[in-house]
């Protein structure tokens, strides 16, 4: 297994079958997103779909406090507007993350997810929240504005009034409001943040593995495309999977009242 600096990384994490945990590791800095955090995560995401053992994600921040306080002000703070323009800066987070990462992540939200923290929350298929997260994207006070998909991602979950407040005001929002806001999946207790994200991580990861890959791109399609198109990306995806030895098995479990017996094919 890799060796990371700023990330801690545990397969068939706390002997959860097929369950990754990905622990963003720099408590010091409130979990800040430097390049080497990025850089580490983009090869950790990559390792995780390549391994056939493992079928759920989750990504969450070390120490009690944040998820990710943002992008790493520090290392921005010098950095000309043709530096971000030429290296498209941002850009790998959604190219190298989420686009190539077709098995399910769950970011587990375990205290502050400002700015970058909330955009890189935002691009896992589902937030738990622990009760004393807080959402945000501060960026206006820095004087630029979300540059990881905040204002996209926010936008699509959580509507244009909150969203353009959020934005405007680089208020946080609590766990309670976010769950009311569509923005998380679920708030937990803080001590069983990860403990319930786990259980939930394997219940997706007991699941047949095309079947798990099929329903995640499926519900994507809703964001990328016209309900007509969703709808037959939906059926054509639905008419492939019954060809798979994992539906014959499922139908059959179900039938003979068992538990199915994936294939993964
Ligand atoms: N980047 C770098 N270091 C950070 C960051 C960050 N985003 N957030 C916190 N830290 C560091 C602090 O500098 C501090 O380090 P040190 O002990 O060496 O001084 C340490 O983490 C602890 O932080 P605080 O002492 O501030 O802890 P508090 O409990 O007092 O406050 C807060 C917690 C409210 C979360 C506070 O730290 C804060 O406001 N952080 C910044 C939040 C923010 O603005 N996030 C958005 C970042 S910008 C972004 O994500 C998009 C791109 C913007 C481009 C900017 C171009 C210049």
């Given at each position: ?25 720099r408590p010091q800095a409130l979990n800040a997103?430097n ?34 306080a943002?992008?790493d002000?520090k ?191």
């Amino acid at each position: 297994m890799a060796t990371y600096e700023t990330i801690l990384v545990e397969t068939d994490s706390r002997g959860t079958k097929g369950v990754t945990l990905l622990t963003i590791n720099r408590p010091q800095a409130l979990n800040a997103l430097n390049s080497k955090v990025l850089e580490e995560l983009i090869h950790a995401f990559a390792a995780y779909q390549a391994d056939a053992t493992q079928l759920c994600a989750i990504l969450t921040g070390s120490g009690d406090k944040a998820f990710a306080a943002g992008a790493d002000i520090k290392e921005m703070s010098d950095k000309a507007a043709a530096d971000f323009f030429l290296d498209d800066f941002f850009s790998p987070w959604t190219a190298e993350i989420v686009k190539k990462t077709r098995k399910p992540w769950i970011a587990a939200v375990n205290g502050f997810a400002l700015g970058g923290g909330c955009e890189l929350a935002m691009m896992a298929d589902f937030i738990i929240a622990s009760d004393k997260a807080r959402f945000g994207q501060p960026e206006i006070k820095l004087g630029v504005a979300p540059g990881m998909g905040g204002s996209q991602r926010l936008t699509r979950a959580i509507g244009k009034s909150k969203s353009m407040e959020m934005c405007l005001t680089g208020r946080m929002m609590n766990a309670e409001e976010a769950e009311r806001s569509n923005l998380v999946a679920r708030v937990v207790p803080h001590e069983e943040l990860i403990a319930e994200t786990l259980k939930t991580a394997a219940t997706i990861a007991g699941m047949p593995p095309m079947a798990v890959i099929a329903n995640k791109e499926m519900v994507n399609s809703a964001f990328e495309m016209t309900l007509d198109q969703g709808l037959i990306v939906e059926r054509r995806i639905f008419q492939i999977l019954t060809a798979s030895e994992d539906k014959a098995e499922g139908m059959a479990a179900f039938i003979e009242k068992r538990e199915g017996q994936w294939k993964g094919r």
